[in-house]
């Protein structure tokens, strides 16, 4: 189960400074947004490593460290490697969470979740959707659906039954399920497996339904997740990519280019007063 963070004073969006740590591109451009989401009845927003990255959570694409170097993530995050080496995966796993456990939500994440309550008072859908793991929106306080699992769940590698209890970060011996004796591994989607079916279908009924998808530090790369922005603008949407890195996707229509710690909150500030 995901440790427990408390929020500091502070985190909610002071109105008058919003704009301060915002590079002047980025606030031209939300200027221009402002109207649009006002009016959209129905926002759908999917975050990636982006986001996490600007709390500290290493990304799949970092370089890993220590006993962990000589390794791919894609090479440990799929079901053959488990199979044929469970204790790596598993001792690896522990690793990740030791190096997230203490992480907090960022400006980000608090603003989204902000966005999202306030939404709810305005007549107005905020549907948010992750690819993340580390459960930080609902840290900060959003309503989620989770498309990659749970880091801080385990689940049996045969009979898929979940277990919610603490973790103990420190062991690496691997686990037996209570039920079935098969191996227990992270409640996590690996590389080549399909996403838990009634998340996707909530994601996909949000993307079709929406009239903004914002997508917040993703790389656009991973699928069936990435076909989320195509697939609500097949269905007429308007699509805004908030990144530090803008990937030159041809289905968005706005670039918010910039951290989303200082994006989000200048616009979420804008949009709430």
């Known amino acids: 189960m995901s440790p427990t963070h408390s929020s500091t004073k502070g985190d909610g969006i002071d109105e008058n400074t ?26 759908c ?44 995966v598993w001792s690896w796993y522990q690793w990740r969470r030791q190096l997230v456990q203490d992480k907090l939500p960022n400006p980000a994440h608090y603003a989204l979740a902000q966005w999202q309550a306030w939404a709810g008072t305005q007549g107005q859908n905020i549907d948010l959707v992750t690819q993340n793991v580390d459960d930080l929106h609902e840290t900060a306080g ?40 098969g191996y227990v591994r992270p409640n996590i989607v690996w590389f080549g497996e399909g996403l838990p079916q009634k998340e996707w279908q909530a994601a996909e009924l949000a993307a079709k339904n929406c009239a903004v998808f914002i997508s917040i530090g993703t790389s ?20 805004i990519e908030i990144n530090l890195n803008p990937t030159q996707s041809a289905v968005v229509d706005s670039v918010l280019a ?11 500030a804008q949009l709430i007063t």
């Open 45 to 88: 927003i999917l975050t990636g490593a982006g986001i996490s990255a600007e709390s500290g959570i290493p990304t799949f694409r970092d370089k890993q460290t220590g006993l962990w170097e000589n390794y791919r993530a894609e090479e440990l995050a799929n079901i053959a490697a488990f199979e044929r080496d469970p204790k790596t």
């Open 142 to 181: 959003s309503e989620v659906i989770h498309l990659h699992g749970h880091l801080w769940q385990n689940k049996c590698s045969q009979c898929e039954l979940t277990f919610e209890e603490d973790v103990d970060y420190a062991n690496n011996e691997l686990l037996r399920c209570e039920a079935c004796a």
């Open 18 to 43: 919003a704009f301060s740590d915002c590079p002047d591109a980025a606030v031209q451009a939300i200027k221009l947004q402002l109207s649009r989401l006002r009016a959209a009845k129905s926002i």
């Open 220 to 239: 656009s790369l991973v699928y069936p997740a990435a076909g989320l922005a195509q697939l609500a603008k097949q269905h007429g949407a308007y699509i």
């Open 258 to 268: 910039g951290k989303a710690g200082e994006i989000i909150p200048a616009l979420v």
